[in-house]
């Protein structure tokens, strides 16, 4: 079959993969090729069990690979065959080095950057995926412009806003599309081609040009804003526990107010995942290195206020039970960073368990979906163990701390939980999931984030 257009995407992660999956089912007129460096993930891709979960995504890959969506790790030939190559590498932060820890690592990009360039024998429109520092695509630009005569490449910024857990769903019904073009000939014809894709479902009032440096920015800002809701309501979260005051209530008495919207206003353990933490540390780098202290300091607040609220969830932990945790088993419910999705990257549920193996307790991890990645994250420490399922993790049990909000957790018999747990049992709520009055009348002294806790004096 012709196809009107190749599309390809180097990196098939979270981002690639549902992403290039949606384009394959809205447009049957493009072939959309995803290459990865990594055998196994491609492996896993051509068969009946994906690499990554992600609601809904299974069907969507099943009902067009094959047809228009294709996984290889070949990666020349795809290069070569490709009108549009969109980014989607990993660019964690850097671990060496200058920027050490806050300026993203752009190795992986730089290389895609290269072979990109080797591989191409026609002109091609590069579009950044990846969150990127502002202004990487100018030396995109400038890398593949650089050498090959006669091949022209245009680089747009095109990031990704979808969620996990809902990436499917983002995906079909995007907020917004944007797209930041150079503001040349060239750049907005590239622009036109690339709002040519998502015109095919995305009404046209919802895709937004800009240019480069602005689409870029905007990533990392929309994600700072977000991240700087959680860790605003989680500061409030303590201040609760303090006095009166119940937070869900706060939160919804100023969620009210149109001026500030209802969502992202859930206190917590704290936020995770692989965006927010590591967009913040690059804007608070990208503003040192012009000189913005002050600015840089404000938003750095916003990490250290979400490591400090993991620090207190386990500090509360210990205080409620009688100052030790030596020799007990604390049962940590849920280790993905949220609901609905296996990945655990920078998940809080990686500092709770560190802090309480270090307070010498036998941890149990339990996870509908993400166990396989908590393993290799927890690969060497001693004294956890790992459950598929919860009842079993619990027998016998001293603690549970709930620390994602996967809705099987609400559903648990609870009265079972009770009878298989030591006494007093111990129950702390890290997401505010569950219905505390009715555990606290089965038992459990229940402590929730932001408000009072439930204890019995007795033992029931
Ligand atoms: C985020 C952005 O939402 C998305 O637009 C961007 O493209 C990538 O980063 P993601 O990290 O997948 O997406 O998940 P998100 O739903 O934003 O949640 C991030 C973390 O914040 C999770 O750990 C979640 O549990 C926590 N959270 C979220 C809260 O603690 N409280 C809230 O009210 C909302
Ligand atoms: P994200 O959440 O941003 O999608 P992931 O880590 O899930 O991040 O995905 C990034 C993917 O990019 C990984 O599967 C990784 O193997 C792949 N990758 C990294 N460098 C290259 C490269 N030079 N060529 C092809 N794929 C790459």
Known sequence: MDFEKRILCIGAGYVGGPTMAVIADKCPGYRVELVDISEERIRRWNSDDLPIYEPGLDEIVKRNRGKNLFFTTDIPRAIAEADIIFVSVNTPTKTFGQGAG??????????TAREILRHSKTDKIVV????????????????????REGVHFEVLSNPEFLAEGTAVEDLLDPDRVLVGCMNTESGRRACEDLEAVYRHWVEPSHILRTNVWSAELSKLVANAFLAQRISS??????????TEADVDEVSRAIGFDSRIGSRFLRAGVGFG???????????????????LEEV????????????WQHDRFVSNMISEMFNTIAGKVMVVMGFAFKANTGDTRESPAIRVVQRLVEECACVRVTDPKALGNARRDLEGVEYVSFYDDP???????HALALVTDWACYRDLDYRRVYQLMEKPAFLFDGRNLLDHEALFDIGFNVYPIGKAPLRHLTVK
């Open 391 to 397: 009842y079993e993790a619990l027998e016998g049990a």
């Open 233 to 242: 309501i989680n500061g409030i979260s303590a201040l609760c526990e303090k």
């Open 273 to 291: 995942g692989s965006c927010f933490k590591k967009d913040i540390l690059n804007l608070v780098y990208i503003c040192r290195q012009h000189g």
């Open 128 to 147: 950044e995926k990846s969150t990127l520092p502002v202004r990487t695509a100018e030396a995109m630009e400038r890398i593949l412009n650089s050498r």
């Open 102 to 111: 806050q300026a993203a690592d752009l190795q992986y990009w730089e290389k």
């Open 296 to 307: 840089a300091q404000y938003w750095e607040q916003v990490v250290r206020i979400n490591f």
